[in-house]
């Protein structure tokens, strides 16, 4: 079904031992800022997320290690949940009839909205990953959570008194709501940039930035809405200015204090309906396509083109349809909507690049345990995790033509990969290591494989 206001829907051998690295930064790994180099023209292995007895799975946001945030319609009532390794959690703990988690950051912590009917007013929330809380405004008015970042920013919409009539953007931070003016917020960055629109019936790509005194100002460009905003701030997706009833999808990419517009795929707008629903750090886009006279489909732009994912898929894997794409993350992996032959109903996906892919360390960062995440390894191999404070060349002794993508690599630790190809190692990174910027590989020298570069910034 078409709809032109679709961003209110609730929318990557051998290794000198003599590097290995001393206690106070082994396992200095927060999963924040990560960029990824996806290959051109990767093939991905469709995954669906696991479904629940009796219930309806929503999945509506995708973190770095493949955490998802979305809803379980169950019994009548709608509830927030986390998926992750192949299970579904219900937020407990995050109560009301009609619940929804939005958003998930790299830390696990969630945000989303509840609402009880003829008890409350809707109301955002945000689970820390132990503990509810309400993100209520100064005038107790309704509010919707949209997007979240690893700082537990919080963006979204309200009602204040005396605000827009169609709702108020607004920023959470430090617990303190910030009123962003008419519209309403969809996504902000590790700095604090936040897109959304002015209006959120009436559209108006808006940007609002951070002033360096504790407030935000206010750019409006060329644009009916922005759904999402990459992890660095540089980059931003939606739909264009309005042509047609339909919309056109676009990337906007940060020149100094200004943002240039890029058009995607040049469909006809009287005829289709096409978005950017999300962008990563290398400038990936995903989206969705809808047409009168065509089937719904979900792309991949990058390198300046645009593919369907569904003629993207690895062998084995060709029997399904991608009939939407939501988000993607700096591993690459994508969250979609994808049917089954011979199935009738679209179930929530991951599409997950084939090869060995390095997932973002999952943990609360500096101060605490955190894991190091391979997928897509050959069961039963041994998986080095590497670390390098920059990206380069080394040869993997024994594979010709393979290299390892980082500068003088340092052996962090090694994991042997289960029967589902995940290897997995926990470390502890020190409160010291904050705020220094690493690069992440996993290696399978064995079988001369490596993972994408990941450049995650320690908090």
Avoid at 199 to 211: C, H, L
Avoid at 414 to 427: F, H, I, K, M, P
Avoid at 431 to 451: E, F, K, N, W, Y
């Amino acid at each position: 079904m078409l709809n032109r206001h679709a961003a209110a829907r609730p929318t990557l051998a051998s290794v000198n031992r003599r590097r290995l690295i001393g206690p106070a930064l082994a396992g200095s790994l927060a999963a924040l800022c990560l960029a990824a180099s996806a290959p051109a023209q990767v093939r991905y292995r469709v995954a669906p997320l696991p479904g629940v007895d009796g219930g309806t799975l929503t999945a509506l946001d995708l973190n770095n290690s493949n955490q998802v945030a979305g809803s379980v319609f169950l019994n009548g009532q709608s509830r927030p949940c986390l998926i992750a390794d192949g299970a579904v959690t219900i937020l407990d703990k995050v109560p009301g009839s009609t619940t929804t988690a939005t958003a998930v950051s790299d830390r696990g912590h969630v945000a989303g909205w509840m609402y009880e009917w003829g008890v409350i007013w809707p109301q955002a929330f945000l689970w820390d990953g132990v503990e509810n809380h309400w993100l209520i405004d100064p005038h107790d008015s309704y509010s919707y959570a949209q997007g979240l970042n690893n700082f537990d920013q919080v963006v979204g919409f309200y009602y204040p008194p005396g605000g827009h009539p169609n709702g108020n953007a607004f920023v959470v931070s430090g617990r303190r709501f910030h009123n962003l003016g008419g519209g309403q917020a969809t996504g902000i960055s590790a700095d604090g940039v936040i897109v959304g629109q002015s209006n959120r019936y009436f559209g108006a790509t808006t940007v609002w930035s951070p002033d360096g005194r504790g407030g935000w100002s206010m750019l409006t460009l060329d644009g009916l809405l922005a759904t999402a905003i990459n992890e660095d701030g540089t980059m931003f997706v939606g739909a264009g200015p309005l042509i047609s009833y339909f919309d056109t999808a676009v990337l906007w990419t940060r020149q100094g204090e200004s943002w240039e517009r890029t058009d995607i795929g040049g469909w006809d707008p009287t005829q289709v309906s096409a978005i950017s629903r999300d962008v990563n750090n290398a400038g990936q886009v995903v989206g969705d396509y809808e047409s009168f006279v065509d089937e719904d489909r979900g792309w991949i732009y990058e390198n300046g083109a645009v593919t369907w994912l569904g003629d993207r898929l690895a062998p084995g894997h060709e029997n399904w349809s991608i009939v939407a794409a939501g988000r993607i993350n700096e591993s690459g992996v994508i969250l979609a909507n994808a049917i089954a032959e011979g199935e009738s109903r679209a179930v929530p996906a991951l599409l997950i690049p084939e090869g060995l892919v390095m997932l973002a360390p999952r943990g609360e960062g500096a101060g605490a345990s955190n894991e190091l995440i391979a997928i897509g390894a050959e069961p039963g191999r041994r998986i080095s995790f590497l670390w390098s404070p920059s990206e380069g060349q080394r040869a993997l002794p024994g594979c010709p033509g393979v290299s390892i993508g980082l500068e003088a690599p340092r052996l962090i630790g090694a994991a042997t990969a289960d029967a589902r190809g995940e290897a997995r190692l926990s470390r502890f990174v020190p409160r010291a290591a904050a705020d220094r910027t690493i690069r992440l590989q996993a290696v399978d020298a064995a079988g001369c494989a490596v993972s994408n570069v990941l450049r995650s910034t320690l908090r």
